[in-house]
């Protein structure tokens, strides 16, 4: 029996493109469901297929409206728990709150652990996320977590148009030295760190570049950008220190507040995405392109389905026809 024949998959509010393209990579049709709200608010989730003796796989962002997707997820793995599925497994592209995973100052919260204790409190089995902002993350869940990595499919794209020649890659931040490094074994480059200090949440100021980027085509990397007020002071700084060019990618487009008018006025001249986060209309910038997770998200779900092992998507560039059906 293929596993096609015992599984099902929903796609709640935040980001049903995604979850179409998973399916779609998947060979599969999305199960339906629908989710109802009363007039205060309250959420009410209706299953309209049976998922009795399945393994579920519940896909949603918990990106803006964070607390409400958040929500929606709860009650649905309750509502397929309740409903006698053989497992319950998370797809969460994004994972808000990741933020907050550590404490930094007396009485404050790691609201990261808090809402994983949410999610294996309502019976969650397994999780499946991408790119968390903390791998250590993972380590908050006591069930198994899945964590992908982006840099593959943003190392494509470049490699894809030949952007790696002369080409450095660029952490925005000591934090981020890792994925950079990591982006720069794709592409065959070098690395450089932008070196800045944070006044205060969501206030970044550069200092100085550590490595070299003067006369190389700079290509900036984060997890996510949220105000991308780092992205385009470091691009800035790296284009003040004699890059003839500056790229940006990231994983999550959060883009809230001034991110869209920052990102517009800065001296980036591609902003290379994925669409982990669904964008409205009024973010999708000139500058901006789309690089989707869906194909490797449906593949990392055939692999745990197959029970194999799930490396490959981690250790070489990703090849999106490696793991299509033939």
Do not use: W
Not at 35 to 52: A, K, T
Not at 147 to 166: C, R
């Amino acid at each position: 029996m293929s596993y096609k024949d015992n599984i099902k998959l929903f796609a709640l509010n935040s980001n049903k493109p995604l979850a179409e393209k998973i399916a779609k990579r998947m060979g599969l049709k999305l199960s339906t469901s629908s989710v109802v709200r009363f007039s205060d608010g309250e959420i009410q989730v209706d299953i309209d297929d049976s998922v009795r003796g399945k393994d579920v796989f519940l896909i949603q962002s918990t990106s803006a409206p964070v607390n409400d997707n958040l929500m929606e997820l709860l009650i649905m793995i309750d509502a397929v728990r309740r409903a006698s599925a053989a497992s319950v497994n998370i797809v969460l592209p994004y994972y808000g709150y990741a933020r907050q995973d550590r404490k930094t100052r007396s009485r404050e919260p790691i609201t990261a652990k808090l809402v994983a204790d949410m999610i294996q409190a309502a019976g969650a089995d397994r999780v499946l996320s991408l790119d968390l902002h903390a791998p250590q993350i993972q380590g908050f869940f006591d069930i198994p977590v899945d964590n992908l990595m982006g840099a593959p499919l943003l190392a494509d794209y470049f490699l894809s148009n030949h952007l790696e020649e002369d080409a450095v890659v660029v952490s925005p931040d000591h934090g981020g030295v890792t994925r950079a490094r990591k982006l720069a074994e794709f592409l065959g480059t070098s690395i450089a760190i932008v070196d800045k200090r944070r006044p205060k949440a969501n206030v970044a100021e550069v200092m100085n570049i550590i490595g070299d980027v003067k006369g190389k085509r700079a290509i900036l990397i984060d997890d996510m950008i949220d105000t991308a007020g780092t992205i385009t002071l470091a691009a800035q700084a790296l284009k003040d220190a004699g890059a003839t060019e500056v790229y940006a990618c990231a994983t999550h487009a959060v883009l809230s507040g001034p991110a869209a008018d920052r990102l517009n006025n800065s001296v980036i001249k591609s902003l290379v995405l994925t669409d982990s986060i669904q964008q409205p209309a009024e973010k999708n910038l000139d500058k901006m392109i789309l690089v989707s997770v869906g194909p490797l998200m449906g593949d990392a779900i055939k692999l745990i389905m197959e029970h194999k092992p799930m490396s490959p998507l981690f250790d070489t560039r990703y090849d999106a026809n490696k793991y299509k059906d033939k």
